[in-house]
C-alpha cells in the first residue's frame, strides 16, 4: 500500500466550504435587500419632491396671475 494514498473525500471534509457558501449567500442576499429598500425610499422622496416643485410653481402661477389683475 503506496505512503501517499489519499482518503477519499466526505462531507465532514467539505463543511468548511459550504459553510463559507452558506455565509456569501446570506450577505448577498442581505445587500440585496438593503439596496431594494434604499431605492424605494429614494424613488418615493424623488416622487414627492416633483410633486412638491409642480404645486409650488402652480401656486406661484396663479399668484401672478392674480398680482397682474
Not at 489519499?6 to 448577498?28: D, E, M, R, Y
Request: with cysteine; glycine share 4%; proline share 4%.
Amino acid at each position: 500500500m503506496p505512503k501517499n494514498k489519499h482518503p477519499p473525500l466526505s462531507l465532514k471534509n467539505l463543511t468548511g466550504a459550504f459553510l463559507v457558501l452558506l455565509i456569501g449567500l446570506c450577505l448577498s442576499f442581505l445587500a440585496f435587500l438593503g439596496e431594494k429598500v434604499f431605492f424605494m425610499t429614494e424613488r418615493r422622496h424623488q416622487h414627492r419632491s416633483r410633486r412638491l416643485q409642480k404645486i409650488t410653481a402652480h401656486v406661484t402661477e396663479s399668484s401672478r396671475k392674480t398680482a397682474q389683475e
